[in-house]
């Protein structure tokens, strides 16, 4: 298994936390609240080291994104056959999705168990926009991987540096598609371009607003989180298999 690059992450804790709630282990639902909850303190000071506008504006959270996703791990083809039992192509895929499409589940009802629970932490660390800030980097870093995992599965992944992979797999996940290493603008480079960035801005702005569902009252923002974070993933998913399983 391997990270996308070694570039340093924001907060000491985050790398760590992050990996635990992308890895897709089966724990109970307090216990991933917890994690998240953990996320959103260990993001806290970075947030308020970048200010109250970049927070509001969504240029804090894609700076962060860009941050954390060279240490996404991502396993190679036959390292995810043997994880899921000898399973290739369409099957590997759909299995793959499924298993995403849980993790992010996980973490919407995450959210929404963390709006309802009170954690020992100062209430500034806490507000509203970085706890949608965690869930949002965790459903990014679980989709970034399937994305990456999935171009592993149609011997179709993206070669060069680290950060060459890094801006590709970017950029697909911002695009929706698979990689076409003869179009011009997605990353290849290693260096993703202004209107990249502002694409990846754009998609990780949304993908922050659906997740604000998770901070409804009580429990309701569980349910609501699970739900929309399982369907958009899968979409994902399904989009990005179909589009590389149908080309030459």
Do not use: C
């Not at 970075?46 to 996703?69: F, H, M």
């Not at 399973?87 to 849980?102: F, H, K, T, V, W």
Request: charged letters at 20%.
């Amino acid at each position: 298994m391997r990270g996308l690059s070694r570039r340093e992450t924001p907060g000491e804790e985050v790398p760590g936390l992050l990996t635990r709630l992308i890895e897709g282990a089966p724990t109970d639902r307090r216990t991933q609240a917890g994690l998240l909850g953990r996320l959103t303190v260990a993001l806290g000071a970075s947030a308020r080291r970048a200010g109250a506008l970049a927070v509001a504006s969504g240029q804090w959270l894609t700076d962060t994104v860009l941050e954390i996703a060279p240490h996404v791990p991502v396993r190679d083809y036959l390292t995810l056959r043997d994880h899921y039992g000898g399973l290739s192509g369409n099957d590997l895929a759909r299995a793959m999705i499924d298993n995403a499409a849980r993790a992010t589940g996980a973490v919407g009802a995450a959210g929404g168990i963390v709006s309802s629970l009170e954690f020992a932490a100062p209430p500034t660390l806490l507000t509203t926009p970085v706890q949608i800030a965690a869930e949002t980097l965790a459903v990014v870093a679980i989709e970034l991987k399937l994305v990456a995992e999935l171009h592993e599965v149609y011997r179709r992944p993206a070669s060069g540096t680290p950060a060459v992979r890094t801006a590709a797999y970017l950029g697909a996940w911002t695009r929706r598609r698979g990689l076409d290493p003869f179009s011009p603008g997605q990353g290849l480079g290693g260096v993703l371009t202004a209107g990249a960035r502002r694409e990846l801005r754009r998609r990780v702005i949304r993908r922050a607003g659906e997740n604000a569902a998770t901070v409804m009252p009580l429990l309701a923002g569980a349910v609501a989180g699970a739900s929309l974070n399982s369907r958009e993933t899968r979409r994902l998913g399904e989009a990005i298999a179909k589009d590389l399983n149908g080309r030459p």
